[in-house]
């Protein structure tokens, strides 16, 4: 795999042990930055397949240079690397962002991220998983409906609408809806990742 990469972050000795770290790895960094504009402005020029950015950095942050690549129509896939544990980060995975992990995690975890998001799929660390808040079990087994917790069962399978109503006999437009009842029960934002982390980890809301 020969990705090639933006990075940015504001901490100068942190993007170079990360850019050394990428670069002995096989990638291809063809670009860094300090800031939020630099970092926009190197992936216009670039064209990365990856852009790995800190959340907080100055002029623009991480979240909103994904914001504004998704607006413009770039194609390219944003992992944040941060300290921060934030649900509002979490939301935006599927969204305008494809990875989230932690500046904690080992670098291992790192390329972990990349290859999942190179393949075209979201990446969210154990860690950050373990702490962000979920709506609780025992709560939606009161708010949801049987046929909604069937439909949860297999969206946390990672099926799709199609296949959940060939299995349930319900046309592909009545399991969208179902769906999007279960997303403004839970208050969870409309992706599918962050369904997936509910039912991992939740497994006893099915028994």
């Excluded at 075209?120 to 702490?131: A, D, F, L, Q």
């Excluded at 997303?183 to 992706?191: D, V």
Aim: hydrophobic share 40%; glycine share 6%; with cysteine.
């Amino acid at each position: 795999m020969k990705a090639t990469l933006v990075l940015a972050d504001d901490h100068p000795l942190l993007l170079q042990g990360t850019r050394m770290f990428l670069v002995q790895n096989g990638f291809a960094v063809v670009g860094t930055a300090s800031d939020g504009n630099q970092a926009y402005n190197k992936i216009l020029k670039h064209q990365p397949q990856i852009a790995i950015l800190d959340f907080d950095m100055p002029k623009l942050n991480g979240i909103e240079i994904a914001k504004l690549c998704k607006q413009n129509g770039l194609d390219v896939k944003i992992i944040i690397l941060t300290l921060y544990k934030q649900e509002a980060i979490i939301k935006e995975v599927g969204q305008c962002i494809h990875g989230y992990i932690l500046k904690e995690d080992a670098l291992d975890e790192l390329i972990r991220c990349i290859k999942k998001v190179y393949k075209g799929e979201t990446y969210v660390s154990k860690k950050i998983s373990e702490h962000v808040f979920l709506p609780d079990v025992n709560e939606t087994k009161e708010i949801l409906t049987a046929t909604e917790l069937k439909i949860l069962q297999y969206l946390g399978k990672d099926w799709s609408s199609t296949a959940i109503a060939e299995a349930l006999f319900i046309s592909k437009r009545t399991v969208e809806k179902h769906r999007s009842n279960i997303i403004k029960k839970l208050g969870i934002k409309s992706s599918q990742n962050a369904l997936l982390l509910w039912v991992q980890k939740n497994p006893d809301i099915f028994h």
